[in-house]
């Protein structure tokens, strides 16, 4: 099958497929658009989408697969900010786990998030086992207490303390799951993708009234290859750990939103902007 097809009868040759195209894998002629470099095509599925006649397909992401979209989704700007600035960091979870279909549905949107060239290139692991999660934990704080003079952690004693003398977990905060992505080692964009994916997952989160809180520790300690962590979650062969965030039910909602840094900005082209 031909990467790109047209439809000559519903093709309007206006053009659309061929700007919005990335990688300007095609060109027009008296015919319609033509393909020079296929193997330039990264499979985002723009050229198809933008389509307004149905009139080009392209095998990397058929319109056999792409839902129609009637007219853009609109949320007013107050109710977007609102959802936005209340996502917040869950720290204090329920006893109580989170269907696995819920969990399926958030990472679900999670890989719609952007991806570099379109590479996507991450599978995820869900971690349920509390036995495993508190093992996960204690691995960590073994690592973090070989840490402790170093001054880039100056948080670490604080932890350590936290979980060994107050029996609190500040490493995974007694989440009932960890869903932990992976990517090909070889595989440069695999933490940038990873980034995106979990701002996507922690804004649905909030949607189906669930909440997440990235595991940085439990992340620093997976980076520096500690052989007890990798080897505990059973990552894939030729796979690394690329980013961990936990999941569960939140025990308390905010109340209010809360204020950040104030904003900055260097306007360079200042002269022209006041004549807009
Ligand atoms: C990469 C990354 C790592 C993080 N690691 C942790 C962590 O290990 N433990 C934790 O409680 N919060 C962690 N957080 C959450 C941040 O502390 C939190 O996003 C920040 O304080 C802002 O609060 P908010 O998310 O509630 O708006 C992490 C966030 C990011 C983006």
Not at 212 to 234: D, Q, R, T, V, Y
Not at 248 to 258: D, H, I, Q
Request: some cysteine; overall charge neutral; glycine content about 4%.
């Amino acid at each position: 099958m031909d990467l790109i097809s047209v439809n000559q009868v519903k093709c309007t040759k206006c053009g659309i497929c061929i700007e919005v195209c990335p990688t300007r894998i095609m060109s027009m002629d008296e015919k319609g658009p033509i393909l020079e470099t296929p193997d330039l095509c990264i499979a985002c599925g723009h050229c198809v989408a933008a389509c307004p006649n149905e009139a080009i397909d392209n095998s990397k992401n058929p319109l056999s697969k792409q839902i129609e979209l009637k007219e853009t989704p609109v949320i007013n700007a107050d109710v977007a900010e609102q959802f936005l600035r209340s996502r917040r960091s869950i720290r204090c979870f329920k006893n109580k786990n989170v269907p696995l279909n819920q969990l399926l549905k958030l990472l679900d949107i999670a890989r719609f998030a952007p991806t570099a060239s379109n590479s996507q290139g991450l599978s995820f692991i869900i971690v349920n086992d509390r036995a495993v999660l508190e093992k996960a934990t204690e691995i960590t704080v073994q690592w973090m207490e070989g840490q402790l003079e170093n001054p880039l952690h100056k948080s670490f004693p604080l932890h350590v303390r936290a979980v060994r003398e107050k029996g609190i977990n500040t490493i995974l905060r007694d989440a009932p799951h960890l869903i932990l992505a992976t990517a090909p080692i070889d595989f440069k964009n695999g933490r940038e993708n990873t980034i995106f994916s979990f701002a996507y997952l922690e804004l649905f989160a909030n949607i189906l009234g669930l909440g997440s809180c990235w595991a940085g520790l439990l992340e620093m300690c997976a980076f520096s290859n500690h052989k007890p962590l990798i080897e505990l979650f059973n990552i894939p062969d030729g796979k690394v750990l690329t980013g961990a965030v936990m999941v569960g039910f939140p025990k308390y909602n905010f109340k209010r939103l809360v204020e950040r840094n104030s904003l900055e900005v260097l306007w360079l082209d200042c002269d022209e902007m006041e004549n807009k």
